[in-house]
């Protein structure tokens, strides 16, 4: 079945790399408009025009992911360029710390809390009220395995990832029924974002994950398409784990 996003408009946040990137790349080569927003313009800029032909018209607006404000003029600028916003990908993230979270200092935990929690919050409130409270749409929250339990380097990180996965359900709850809200949970995806988790490592973390691979990027788009798309149009309030079975392994307990 092909997954197709004609005559709709996309808005992907940290979009000039990685997942994100990809993420914009197959909503094109879907048929979409899209607008893809990261902080710094030269970035964006080079990977508008590494995706543009694909299919959909593109575009880019650079804003950060923690401003509300910066939000809304993203948003309004999406509505000015293509006149509508049928989608938003909330991808943009940032972890400034790794060690243990008993040790993080106040600065960097509030960092992490203001683009991972509250600007999930800001962008979707400026999507819902800019456009998606009059024509419906989808929200697809990027969230993270390690918002299902612990791990070590990057609790704090993943307790904000935690919140994201129930800010979904919540405002699956709260839209419904114009507008969808989903979420996914990558595993370790090949990334330069993840670059201290995987770079050097690559088969001896590839041979404990049942399909004996890291993550790549384009993983995470098709997953990202999918739930974007009409084929998912009964699907809200659900965060997708898409990490090569990483999570679905015995607990090698007994009983």
């Known amino acids: 079945m092909e997954l197709r996003l004609d005559h709709k408009t996309a808005l992907v946040t940290g979009a000039s790399r990685g997942i994100g990137l990809a993420i914009a790349r197959r909503f094109a080569e879907a048929g979409a408009q899209v607008m893809l927003s990261a902080r710094k313009a030269e970035p964006l800029a080079e990977a508008a025009a590494a995706i543009e032909g694909l299919g959909g018209a593109v575009d880019w607006h650079a804003a950060h992911a923690g ?10 600028a999406t509505l000015e360029r293509f006149g509508g916003l049928d989608i938003l990908v909330n991808n943009a993230a940032t972890n400034p710390y790794f060690g243990p979270m008993v040790e993080i200092d106040p600065a960097r935990a509030a960092k992490t809390v203001e683009v991972n929690e509250l600007g999930v919050l800001a962008w979707s409130q400026a999507a819902y009220r800019g ?34 996965i129930h800010i979904t359900r919540q405002l699956a709850y709260e839209l419904a029924p114009g507008v969808r809200v989903n979420g996914l949970a990558p595993g370790l995806v090949k990334t330069a974002f993840a670059r201290a988790l995987w770079e050097g490592r690559e088969e001896a973390l590839a041979a404990h994950i049942p399909l004996r691979r890291i993550g790549e990027p384009d993983d995470i788009a098709a997953a990202a398409l999918f739930l974007s798309s009409d084929a998912a149009s009964w699907i809200t309030g659900q965060t997708l784990v898409v990490d090569g079975g990483t999570t679905n392994q015995p607990s090698g307990g007994v009983g």
């Open 131 to 164: 456009a998606m409270a009059r024509r419906g749409g989808s929200i697809l929250n990027i969230a993270s395995v390690g918002g299902l339990g612990p791990e070590p380097g990057i609790g704090w990180y993943n307790v904000t990832k935690a919140a994201v």
């Open 67 to 76: 401003d509300p404000a910066g939000a809304e003029g993203c948003v309004a």
